[in-house]
């Protein structure tokens, strides 16, 4: 962020900077200046900041030498004595280290930095006021605007709110170059380097030799030592850190390593992967594995902070089986970053970020952008895309306490590339999130031109939209979307960006194909997946290494032949081709997509209904008969119900850890809402019951009788809720809230008086629908995908309950109350329903 009040305590200037004209009609009107003993890492900056002066204005700007007092001054503060706004900087604190000014005044601009990577970020910072974007990594997203007369008028002591910004960062297998111009230019870069990978595996690797005589350092797990190489399903390698001879051990190693390079900020003691950890007396005696962790990461902490070094940080995550908070206080050079995800113990992330920070400790965060495993590279799915959910974090995690940041994420551009260049901005200045809709704005008018309105509609479907689609719905859209950018412009830097999205559109087409298909179908299905994605990596559009390689959507009814196989070059690679997508091949993709795909209607106009729920008394429950109640769930569930006046209590039983291979992610968790209760707390909590696969009783009492909603959360293990038979158990189901249930099922519903058409959406194909004669009038097995569905409702089969039988997935209801029961007795309706339809006469 710019922090100008710090700027203007340290200059004898006048609050308005002054203009600066750097070119005029084709000539140059300063040079760039660096100081005479430069750096070559200054000298490269100053050399890149001259070629884009001159791209953008058609000049040519010289660098040459000198004290900074005129001219385009780029260096660090000891490269320019008698410049007195070099007091701003504090080069002793290593989490000011990319700190940059930039200051506009009659003879010329100061562009310093307090080291030499602030001095790029300054550069680069520079060039971005004047116009110049680097979007996403190729040089297709390059825009370098035309201005032959060109001047700045800034001050500003820049200052990021995050230490270190790694977000997003690239993955192990992206283009590398690629990736690290795009981080130089957009600030994600940081001087300080915070280490927190999996670092045990290393630590034995290089003391191979006082491991392999000491067998006792390992962890205990079933009796034995798990030695280095001994990896099974349940994680890597752990160390028996109840040893004190251990801890010394990692102690030495970490001094060595600094000794030996002391320009490292920090080292990681993150524990290797997975579970494995020492189930010996000694371990059990420092309490959880959290407590194991940070006692050795901070006894690690407190020796190489003590050799002279100056301050030295040790990284770690809060990840995993050490995610839950430790009984024990951090010292205060260890930095915990926090996950965002694989949270265990059945903590919310709040409650981690809380619970370190009450332990002292240094916060960062470790968040994910996209993995590909869950997102597939498509739209909607991962974070690092999803604008909502970064404009609310990012200062979210600052407020908290958080200093540090580093994501995964996939070479998922497509997806998720606004999300990606808008990420580094948020991290540099968290109030840039209030300004969210000017940042997409820059994006569409610099990037598409004339183009810029029917891309707003392209990303609101990519980014912002939240509507129920099915997949060729979205892919028709993309595809009539990209057709009216191509016919808005004739600009070809456009064109080659719309060529990129077409080809990416092109994927969702063929992923959808792939998806559906069953037999040697899929198998052809994947293969062209495949072909397309290898074809199209060039564009830094998709995660193709993923794709073709490294994970082939996990998918075992597939497979990629022999002859076919990554490490197959061409020409010898039969499904590897790199010819270019020549214009009139791409303009046939996009005519043909638009073709083959048509955008749905939905058939209908949805209903709303009211939240105050009662029992659906007075109500023909004729046609239904009894029902099948849902009894094993995962995740987040909501059960709405009603207690009579002479019923205080709800009595369950409950079974969590129904998975065996989850039951690390903590007690079943219940909350109890009554609807009477004014300030919207719980009016019973249970955290009672682990996730042991045994069956567990408990009994949550509210002072109310009337609505009451049931929350329970299990941290994905499963969990097995017998409910009791003589209360209501109804779930809600709509666009914002869809049912969640195990396998298939079968629940009833209710069709208002009057109302002409059940219509819905459907996230699966497996079920029908019966009327209340018990008659099939509609069955989702023959719908070709997830998709909305109508059915009319003839006249008498309206005022009664129909029946989802044997279905798969969630039914979001959107013409009728969006409430579903096993049976019309356990079943509550909005009171206006109720009301209306019980008041009025039999038919």
């Not at 820049?158 to 111009?181: H, I, K, M, N, Y």
């Not at 600094?258 to 010996?280: H, K, T, V």
């Not at 690690?300 to 995993?320: R, S, T």
């Not at 205060?332 to 903590?347: H, K, L």
Request: hydrophobic share 40%; charged share 25%; aromatic share 10%.
């Amino acid at each position: 962020m710019a922090v100008l009040g710090s700027l203007l305590a340290v200059m004898s200037t006048t609050v308005v900077a002054a203009e600066t004209r750097l070119a005029a009609g084709g000539k140059a009107l300063l040079p760039v200046i660096v100081s005479p003993g430069a750096s070559e890492r200054t000298r490269t900056a100053a050399g890149e900041l001259a070629e884009f002066l001159g791209r953008i204005s058609g000049a040519r700007f010289e660098v040459e030498t000198g004290d900074g007092t005129t001219g385009i001054a780029v260096g660090v503060p000891t490269d320019f004595p008698r410049l007195t706004e070099t007091d701003a900087f504090r080069p002793g604190d290593p989490f000011r280290r990319d700190d940059y000014l930039l200051h506009s005044h009659p003879a010329g601009v100061h562009v310093l930095g307090a080291g030499e990577l602030a001095v790029h970020l300054a550069v680069w910072d520079l060039l971005h006021r004047l116009g110049y974007r680097l979007y996403f990594l190729t040089d297709t997203w390059e825009v370098v605007p035309e201005r032959p007369e060109l001047a700045i008028s800034v001050e500003a002591l820049e200052r990021p709110d995050f230490v270190t910004r790694e977000a997003p960062r690239g993955a192990p297998w992206s283009d590398r170059a690629l990736w690290q111009r795009w981080r130089l230019r957009n600030r994600v870069e940081s001087s300080f380097v915070l280490n927190t990978g999996h670092a045990y595996d290393a630590i034995i690797r290089a003391n191979a030799d006082i491991f392999a005589s000491h067998p006792e350092y390992y962890a205990l797990v079933d009796g034995q030592r798990r030695l280095a190489g001994q990896v099974d399903g349940r994680g890597n390698i752990k160390f028996c850190i109840g040893n004190p001879a251990l801890r010394r051990t990692v102690v030495d190693h970490a001094v060595r390593l600094l000794r030996a390079q002391p320009e490292l900020d920090s080292i990681s003691l993150d524990p290797s992967d997975g579970a494995n950890w020492c189930e010996c007396p000694d371990c059990a005696r420092l309490g959880s594995v959290s407590d194991r962790v940070l006692t050795l990461a901070n006894q690690v902490a407190e020796a190489i902070n003590a050799i002279g070094l100056g301050p030295k940080v040790v990284g770690i995550y809060a990840y995993n089986q050490h995610s839950p908070p430790p009984s024990i206080a951090a010292h205060p050079r260890v930095v915990v970053s926090v996950a965002t995800s694989f949270i265990r113990g059945g903590y919310t992330l709040e409650d981690l970020i809380e619970g370190w920070s009450a332990r002292g400790a240094t916060l960062g965060i470790r968040e994910y952008h996209d993995v590909f495993a869950w997102s597939h590279d498509l739209p909607r799915k991962a974070r690092g895309g999803d604008l909502a959910y970064l404009q609310r974090t990012i200062p979210d995690f600052q407020r908290q306490g958080a200093r540090f940041v580093n994501s995964e994420n996939a070479d998922s551009w497509g997806a998720n590339g606004l999300g990606y260049w808008i990420t580094p901005r948020l991290l540099w200045d968290v109030d840039a999130a209030t300004k969210i809709e000017a940042l997409v704005e820059d994006f569409l008018q610099r990037a598409f031109g004339r183009a810029a309105e029917p891309m707003r509609a392209f990303y609101t479907l990519l980014n912002l939209d939240t509507s129920l689609r099915a997949d060729q719905d979205l892919v028709a859209r993309l595809y009539r979307h990209l057709q009216a950018a191509r016919q808005a412009t004739q600009d070809a830097a456009v064109h080659r960006r719309l060529d990129d999205l077409v080809l990416y559109t092109r994927y969702l087409e063929l992923y959808a194909a792939y998806r559906l298909a069953t037999g040697e179908a899929r198998q052809q299905a994947f293969e062209q997946v495949w072909r397309h994605a290898y074809r199209m990596r060039d564009r830094s559009m998709l995660s193709t290494v993923a794709i073709c390689h490294r994970d082939r959507f996990r998918d075992p009814s597939v497979k990629v032949p022999a002859d076919a196989g990554w490490d197959i070059p061409e020409p010898e690679n039969p499904w590897k081709s790199s010819r270019p997508f020549a214009a009139d091949e791409v303009a046939g993709i996009l005519a043909r997509g638009i073709e083959a795909n048509r955008p749905t209607e939905i058939p209908f106009t949805p209903v709303a209904y009211g939240s105050e729920l009662l029992p659906a008394e007075g109500l023909e429950p004729a046609g239904t008969g009894p029902g099948q109640r849902p009894d094993t769930f995962r995740h987040l569930q909501r059960v709405h119900t009603w207690l009579p006046e002479n019923r205080r209590e709800i009595r369950l039983r409950v079974t969590g850890g129904l998975i065996p291979h989850y039951r690390d992610r903590g007690n079943v968790r219940f909350a109890l809402y009554a609807a009477a209760e004014a300030t919207l707390e719980p009016v019973a909590r249970d955290h009672s019951v682990p996730p042991d696969g045994a069956e567990h009783s408990i009994v949550l009492r509210s002072p109310y009788s009337g609505a009451h909603t049931l929350e329970w959360t299990d941290g994905g293990d499963r969990t097995r809720v017998v409910w009791t038979e003589d209360l209501p158990f109804t779930l809600r189901s709509t666009a914002e809230d869809p049912m969640r249930i195990d396998g298939r099922w079968d629940l009833t519903f209710y069709v208002p008086r009057g109302t002409a058409c059940v219509g819905g959406y459907t996230t699966a194909t497996a079920g029908r629908l019966v009327n209340a004669q018990g008659t099939e009038v509609f069955s989702f097995a023959a719908m070709p995908h997830a998709d909305y569905f109508a059915v009319p409702v003839l006249p008498g089969t309206d005022g009664a309950f129909w029946r989802f039988e044997d279905c798969l997935g969630a039914r979001i209801l959107l013409t009728v109350p969006p409430y579903l029961a096993p049976s019309p007795e356990h079943l509550l309706l909005p009171r206006e329903v109720v009301e209306a339809d019980a008041q009025r006469p039999e038919k």
